[in-house]
């Protein structure tokens, strides 16, 4: 019932900016935290951004802190990842995530997110 979909991946140069979307449906009234995370060829799915329902608890990657924004739409159910100055090494398949989150906490960590879009792909190269 639950879907989320990613869209706004693409090809970029390096230090250009890509803006990715994440419009989830089938939501319910329930405290709820949604997150980016990325997986490049051979390396494990790291994440990337988290925002919780309120949008008060906010969490970087130390790798993307001063270049990624997240923010979002509650009344589109919608996050957003604004990347700027995109290097080679954010090139991945980058996926939006959801978890439910009673205590309106925002974690990082992969493995506790319950349901995953199917990923976008980003690639920065010149």
């Known amino acids: 019932q639950l879907q989320l979909v990613e869209s706004g991946g693409g090809l970029v140069q390096p230090g250009g900016s890509l803006r990715l979307s994440c419009a989830a449906s089938?939501?319910?009234?329930?405290?709820?935290?949604m997150g980016w995370f990325r997986q490049a060829p051979g390396k494990e799915r790291e994440g990337v951004s988290c925002?919780?329902?309120?949008?008060?608890?906010?969490g970087y990657a130390e790798s993307v802190k001063g270049r990624f924004t997240i923010s979002r739409d509650n009344a589109k159910n919608t996050v957003y990842l604004q990347m700027n100055s995109l290097t080679s090494e954010d090139t991945a398949i980058y996926y939006c995530?959801?978890?439910?989150?009673?205590?309106?906490?925002?974690?990082?960590?992969?493995?506790?997110?319950?349901?995953w879009g199917q990923g976008t792909q980003v690639t920065v190269s010149s």
């Open positions: 995530a959801l978890r439910f989150a009673p205590l309106g906490i925002c974690p990082m960590s992969p493995t506790t997110y319950n349901y």
């Open positions: 089938g939501l319910v009234w329930q405290n709820y935290a």
């Open positions: 925002i919780n329902k309120s949008g008060v608890a906010i």
